[in-house]
């Protein structure tokens, strides 16, 4: 008796109505999702600049791209502390 391997892939869909405001956009999102999904997005990039330019290369931009996102933590900490009102300013929703 011959076993096979095979792999599935879940896909769960949903209606989600239209957000009226970027509030409403950020309290819907599931952040578990977002987080595998920049993971997984992150991980490739390393992975392939590791295999098109070289391991060192590889290491240089994952040490960026976790010292911009600490930075961005260290500023988004200030923002909670300090209250400031106007948090629209500080959205940020350009990923590169």
């Given at each position: 008796?011959?076993y096979?391997?095979?792999?599935?892939?879940?896909?769960?869909?949903?209606?989600?109505?239209?957000?009226?405001?970027?509030?409403?956009?950020?309290?819907?999102?599931?952040i578990?999702v977002?987080?595998?999904?920049?993971?997984?997005?992150?991980?490739?990039?390393?992975?392939?600049?590791?295999?098109?330019?070289?391991?060192?290369?590889?290491?240089?931009?994952?040490?960026?791209?976790?010292?911009?996102?600490?930075?961005?933590?260290?500023?988004?900490?200030?923002?909670?502390?300090?209250?400031q009102?106007?948090?629209?300013?500080?959205?940020?929703?350009?990923?590169?």
């Amino acid at each position: 008796q011959a076993y096979t391997v095979k792999r599935c892939t879940w896909l769960r869909t949903l209606q989600i109505d239209v957000a009226a405001n970027l509030i409403e956009l950020y309290e819907s999102t599931n952040i578990e999702v977002i987080l595998v999904v920049l993971i997984q997005k992150l991980l490739r990039k390393i992975i392939r600049t590791s295999l098109d330019e070289s391991v060192k290369e590889a290491r240089a931009l994952l040490h960026d791209l976790l010292m911009i996102l600490m930075v961005q933590y260290d500023d988004y900490c200030k923002l909670a502390e300090f209250k400031q009102p106007n948090i629209h300013s500080r959205l940020d929703v350009a990923f590169s």
